[in-house]
């Protein structure tokens, strides 16, 4: 069965404190990994999808990273503006994707 | 980037009444919509696949016959909550995507609570 799992559950920063959240996927073949961005009572924004092993993808102080196990969205010198709930999703043979339970993240000024 | 639109953004409704929420492909034609639910704090849950033209594919756990599904064109489907209950109150989001190999557009959600 595909599985995601997030860590932690929740980070609270400092503004320039950088830090790194961690995906970690177990699937049948993987077709692509994707990170969204949720703040709250909205819908997930798009970031980033990763499709390989090695494969690295940034967006202003954003990050992403990708193994064969584990993906990381590396935030460096965040601010305030850059908190939100992380979702990371894999999507497998189907076309569904399996969502993870997301990291909180607070950026304190 | 693409973008999806929800309507109603959130609605209120009485309990035994069914609601109609839409959700659209702005500016792509979508192969695939999907429907999701979200509790507070709590990650997206799958409730069903749609492609256009034909039935939704729901997940295991989901009633057909509660949360209907039409995708009736490939820039429209709509997820019709029948009798709902007090329960049903949830964060709806729908999303969309162009081809297999491209990642999902999300709409912004609508918000439900029946009283």
């Known amino acids: 069965e595909d599985q995601v799992t997030q860590s932690p559950e929740a980070l609270r920063l400092q503004e320039g404190e950088s830090s790194s959240l961690n995906c970690s996927y177990t699937?049948?073949?993987?077709?692509?990994l994707f990170w969204y961005r949720q703040d709250p009572g909205k819908g997930p924004e798009f970031l980033f999808t990763?499709?390989?092993a090695g494969e690295e993808k940034e967006k202003e102080r954003l990050k992403a990273t990708l193994t064969k196990k584990e993906s990381f969205l590396h935030i460096t010198a965040p601010k305030p503006e850059d908190s939100a709930t992380y979702l990371c999703?894999?999507?497998?043979?189907?076309?569904?994707?399996?969502f993870g339970p997301g990291t909180r993240l607070s950026v304190l000024p | 980037g693409a973008v999806v639109s929800q309507h109603p953004s959130w609605v209120i409704c009485k309990s035994g009444t069914s609601v109609k929420i839409e959700c659209r492909s702005l500016?792509?034609?979508?192969?695939?919509m999907f429907w999701y639910r979200q509790f507070p704090k709590q990650s997206l849950m799958l409730m069903a696949t749609?492609?256009?033209?034909?039935?939704?594919?729901?997940e295991q756990g989901v009633e057909k016959d509660k949360f209907l599904i039409n995708h009736a064109s490939l820039t429209l489907s709509t997820l019709t909550v029948t009798s709902a209950h007090p329960e049903d109150s949830s964060f709806y989001i729908c999303?969309?995507?162009?081809?297999?190999?491209?990642?999902?557009?999300f709409g912004p959600g609508t918000r439900l609570l029946v009283l």
């Open positions: 999303s969309a995507i162009r081809t297999s190999q491209e990642t999902q557009y």
């Open positions: 699937v049948s073949g993987l077709r692509g």
């Open positions: 500016d792509f034609q979508a192969t695939t």
């Open positions: 999703a894999v999507q497998a043979g189907g076309q569904n994707f399996v």
């Open positions: 749609s492609n256009e033209g034909s039935k939704a594919t729901y």
């Open positions: 990763l499709y390989s």
